[in-house]
């Protein structure tokens, strides 16, 4: 009986490196917790045909959208621990979730597998093209004398556009209303149009508009420049400080997937970011490359407890709690 159970270990044991190295045999979903072209879709759609390339089978997008993100991460959560889903969380789903809800749908650190970090996001203060307001200082002097009528919009109750308005209210001394939508672009038409104020939005998905002159660019509420958008100014460049922040991509897998697996999928992720395509492409559309180092799952098991805490500040201090 001893020697039987010898046995059934080692065969275990053995079989992991195994399944490791045919793996993939099929195609793998990559879980999107967004809609359809917000700033994390965007990302997901720039690496997956690489991916794709790499592991020889085809990285299927599933935008599953809901609770500021954290239905799609959930549902990675509960999938089999096989490799084939996964999920392109964020500082939103991964980090804001567990201070920001009294009961988040999953640990973040205790039910997945980070597999690594791929890109960094800033963010910037749009607005709609008749607010009266052109600097930041401007902006805060008219939402201090009209908070009481004004809307902003995000991704999401507890997504990272939603927390970066909250900074914002808290630093003007405001409490504008808050307006969510599956995603910052389903709601920038009706900002557009006038019936939303303000968004505080990735500058991939805001620059294209900001571009094309149909919403105005007050400010990037990240440490420096966007690419993208060279003349707009930081908040701090106009005298604001602490609303210096930014976003960040990872992928991850569910608890109990092999490290084998984990290790292989964030290799493959970063020799896809590597591909000068696929740089150019993801640095065209104003998100940060980050350095081969840091898209370790060492580096995003170590980097997730810190944001949890870092983001965990803000939320208390503005006392935004959802059940």
């Known amino acids: 009986m001893r020697l039987s159970m010898i046995a ?36 997901a759609r720039a690496l997956a045909p690489r991916l794709s390339e790499l592991l020889g089978q085809q ?36 980090a804001i979730s567990q201070t920001l809800y009294k009961q988040p749908l999953y640990n973040s650190v205790a039910d997945l597998v980070p597999v690594g970090m791929v890109a960094q996001s800033f963010f910037a203060l749009i607005t709609r093209r008749d607010l009266p307001a052109a600097t930041l200082p401007e902006f805060i002097a008219y939402a201090r004398a009209n908070h009481a009528k004004m809307q902003y919009a995000s991704a999401g109750v507890g997504s990272t556009s939603h927390m970066m308005c909250v900074l914002l209210n808290i630093a ?72 210096a922040a930014s976003g960040w991509y990872g992928l991850f897998f569910p608890k109990g997937t092999p490290d084998a697996i984990a290790r292989r999928l964030s290799g493959a992720a970063s020799a896809a970011l590597d591909t000068p395509a696929v740089r150019a492409r993801i640095e065209g559309l104003g998100i940060n490359m980050i350095p081969p180092e840091q898209r370790t799952p060492e580096f995003l098991a170590a980097f997730l407890p810190a944001e949890i805490k870092k983001w965990a500040v803000p939320i208390r201090a503005s006392g935004v709690s959802i059940d």
Not at 15 to 40: D, E, H, I, K, N
Not at 178 to 204: K, L, N, Q, W
Request: hydrophobic share 45%; glycine share 10%; charged share 10%.
């Open 8 to 43: 059934v270990v080692a065969t275990l044991v053995t079989s992991a490196p195994a399944a490791a190295q045919s793996w993939p045999t099929r195609p793998l979903s990559m879980v999107v917790p967004f809609g359809a072209g917000g700033a994390t879709d965007v990302m």
């Open 59 to 94: 990285m299927i997008i599933e935008n599953v959208t809901g609770a500021g993100g954290m239905s799609g991460v959930a549902r990675v959560v509960k999938a089999p621990p096989d490799g084939y889903e996964l999920a392109l969380g964020n500082a939103g789903t991964q």
């Open 172 to 243: 003007m001394g405001t409490d504008i209303t808050h307006v969510p939508y599956r995603s910052t672009t389903i709601a920038m038409p009706d900002m557009m149009a006038g019936r939303i104020d303000f968004i505080c939005d990735a500058v991939e998905t805001a620059a294209p508009h900001v571009q094309a002159n149909t919403v105005k660019a007050i400010a990037v509420l990240a440490p420096s420049r966007s690419a993208v958008l060279p003349d707009l100014a930081t908040a701090t460049e106009q005298g604001v400080a602490n609303l």
